[in-house]
Every structure is written in structure tokens, then in C-alpha cells.
């Protein structure tokens, strides 16, 4: 640090400010450290930095499975948003053992963690690490913790809305797993929807989020005539059971998502569906940690990102 103040003509203080990124440095200066610092090849040394803060500028992430598209995608998007902020992420599988999984990243010295989906289920405060920091991602809202999740209940409303606005006398619901908060709010969507339209739910088919579950719901739900699916997997398996039954989407079927993935427009038909803004609920849940960590003020300890209907082929 003191040669990159020496190349660049400052004080180490002001080298300091610019690798912790504070806004009390002239821009002009700034660049001139910068480049003094590529230059030299210099790099902040991470285990220095955790002695002098008493931080590992690390944050965990908690998950069950990485099977599901929604979580690698909530990886990714985490992973990007951690290191926007200065800080790496370590990921931790918790299986049916969250305990464990603390214990891991306490053993690391994690600065705080995020609990990813249906891991929040396996939670209870008795599990809890002292003193470590915690954003919930898609669970219950709970009075000690803060959490962040997509409007699952507004979205499936949506998607349920859309099917009897165009003219379909009910609509089916193949649902995820139960003990799912995410799962539960959709069904709840779904169901609110019905009832205010003075509707009779019809029987939910359940499924595990996967493609298989939605192929093997084909059966069940072949005579329907509107399916809202609880996921863009399981819609995916649905299309196909449909299309072995001779079943045309959407000439005698329509056909409706959850998340967007990616390839959802590539689908046959083009998927409708109800797109989740991973980046912004990865963004929410990092910036909320962070302000925990640091002490900063932050955002609000519950917060709700919207969802968005994304209409194409697949319904009529």
C-alpha cells in the first residue's frame, strides 16, 4: 500500500479510502491510485483486511438442492450481487441437517448468511448460531428474522386471473411440494383467485418441481381445459404428457408457468408464464445482510419483489 501511495503521490490513507471504496476521495485521485495499483499489480490482502475489521467480507448461502433452475439461478444472481458489495460468497448444501450447515460456516467465520428456499423450513431457533446474521429467502415471516421473497401469492393470482379472463370455466392447479413456502403461497393464490370468482377449486395434483412430476401429472389433469403449473419444470413435463395424449396446447389446453426460465420461450409452444426477477431478489437479500453486517441502515426487514405475467403461446 505504501508503494502504490508513493506511485501515485498520496498519503496510505488515501490508498486505504479507495480500496474500501469510500466516497471521501476526489475522482481524479481515485483513478490515480487505481492505476498506481494496477500497475504495481496490487491487490487487497483478504486475511489482513478480516484481522484489521474483524469481517471475512465472506456471507454464506444456504441450500437444500441446486436441482431446481430457481436456485441455481438465485446462486448466480447471489453470487453476482455479494461480490457488487466487496464480498465473496461460500455456499453450504444443508440436506436435512441445517444444523451442520451452520456449523460449516461458522468454522469458516462467515460475516452472516442467506437461507434459500425451502431451507427456511428447516430453521428453528433452537438451530440458530449466535450471533450470526440471517436473511431469509422465500419463508413465513417471522418476527426475529429478516426475510425477502417474490410475490408468489400476487403472481399465481395473476396467472389464475389471466386463464378465466379468457373465458376458461375454472382452472387447475399442479402444485409443488407442501411443505414449500413458495408451493403454498401460489396454491393460496390460485385458490383466493377461484373463491372470488365463485369457483370450487378443483383438486390439486402435486408435484416435487421437476419435469418428471409434471409428465407423470399428465394423467390427472389431461381433460382440464386451463392448468396454472407451480413451476415452468413442471409445466414443461405437462406439455409433453399432453402432446402424447394427443392433446393440443392451446387449442384444447392452456398451459401456464411459474419463474421464466430461460428456456421457456423455447419451449413448444412458447411458454406463458409468471417471471421471478432473480437479480433483484438476490440484490434485496444481499443488501439486507450487509446493512446488518455493517451496521448501515438498510432495507426495510421484510420485503416483497414483484412478479411480472409474461404471455405467450401456450394459453388462449
Given at each position: 500500500m505504501a508503494m502504490v501511495a508513493s506511485l501515485a503521490g498520496v498519503s496510505g490513507q488515501t490508498v486505504s479510502r479507495v480500496v474500501n471504496d469510500s466516497p471521501r476521495v476526489d475522482p481524479a485521485t481515485r483513478e490515480r491510485v487505481e492505476k498506481a495499483m494496477v500497475e504495481l499489480g496490487y491487490r487487497p490482502h483478504r486475511a489482513a483486511r478480516a484481522l484489521r475489521t474483524g469481517r471475512s467480507q465472506t456471507i454464506g448461502l444456504v441450500v437444500t438442492t441446486l436441482a431446481t433452475v430457481g436456485n441455481s439461478r438465485m446462486l448466480q444472481a447471489t453470487a453476482e450481487a455479494a461480490a457488487e458489495r466487496g464480498y465473496?460468497?461460500?455456499?453450504?448444501?444443508?440436506?436435512?441437517?441445517?444444523?451442520?450447515?451452520?456449523?460449516?460456516?461458522?468454522?469458516?467465520?462467515?460475516?452472516?448468511?442467506?437461507?434459500?428456499?425451502?431451507?427456511?423450513?428447516?430453521?428453528?431457533?433452537?438451530?440458530?448460531?449466535?450471533g450470526l446474521r440471517l436473511?431469509?429467502?422465500?419463508?413465513?415471516?417471522?418476527?426475529?428474522?429478516?426475510?425477502?421473497?417474490?410475490?408468489?401469492?400476487?403472481?399465481?393470482?395473476?396467472?389464475?386471473?389471466?386463464l378465466l379472463s379468457l373465458g376458461h370455466e375454472t382452472v387447475h392447479h399442479l402444485a409443488g411440494p407442501a411443505d414449500s413456502f413458495a408451493a403454498s403461497e401460489r396454491e393460496r393464490g390460485w385458490r383466493e383467485t377461484l373463491v372470488a370468482a365463485g369457483l370450487e377449486p378443483p383438486t390439486i395434483v402435486r408435484g416435487d418441481w421437476s419435469a418428471e412430476a409434471g409428465f407423470a401429472a399428465g394423467d390427472a389433469l389431461g381433460a382440464a381445459s386451463a392448468v396454472f403449473c407451480g413451476n415452468d419444470q413442471m409445466a414443461l413435463g405437462l406439455l409433453r404428457a399432453?402432446?402424447?395424449?394427443?392433446?393440443?396446447?392451446?387449442e384444447d389446453?392452456?398451459?401456464?408457468?411459474?419463474?421464466?426460465?430461460?428456456?421457456?420461450?423455447?419451449?413448444?409452444?412458447?411458454?406463458?408464464t409468471i417471471r421471478q426477477d432473480f437479480t433483484a431478489l438476490a440484490h434485496r437479500a444481499v443488501d439486507r445482510l450487509v446493512a446488518e453486517i455493517e451496521g448501515t441502515p438498510g432495507a426495510d426487514a421484510s420485503a416483497?419483489?414483484?412478479?411480472?405475467?409474461?404471455?405467450?403461446?401456450?394459453?388462449?
Open positions: 465473496a460468497l461460500t455456499l453450504v448444501t444443508a440436506g436435512e441437517n441445517v444444523a451442520d450447515a451452520f456449523e460449516r460456516l461458522a468454522e469458516q467465520e462467515v460475516d452472516g448468511a442467506i437461507v434459500l428456499n425451502e431451507a427456511s423450513a428447516l430453521v428453528p431457533a433452537a438451530e440458530r448460531p449466535a436473511v431469509v429467502v422465500d419463508a413465513p415471516g417471522a418476527a426475529d428474522l429478516a426475510v425477502v421473497h417474490s410475490d408468489h401469492l400476487g403472481g399465481a393470482a395473476t396467472a389464475t386471473a389471466h399432453l402432446a402424447q395424449a394427443g392433446r393440443r396446447v392451446p389446453v392452456s398451459v401456464i408457468g411459474f419463474d421464466d426460465v430461460p428456456d421457456a420461450a423455447n419451449y413448444r409452444p412458447p411458454l406463458t416483497v419483489v414483484p412478479t411480472l405475467l409474461v404471455e405467450r403461446s401456450s394459453t388462449r
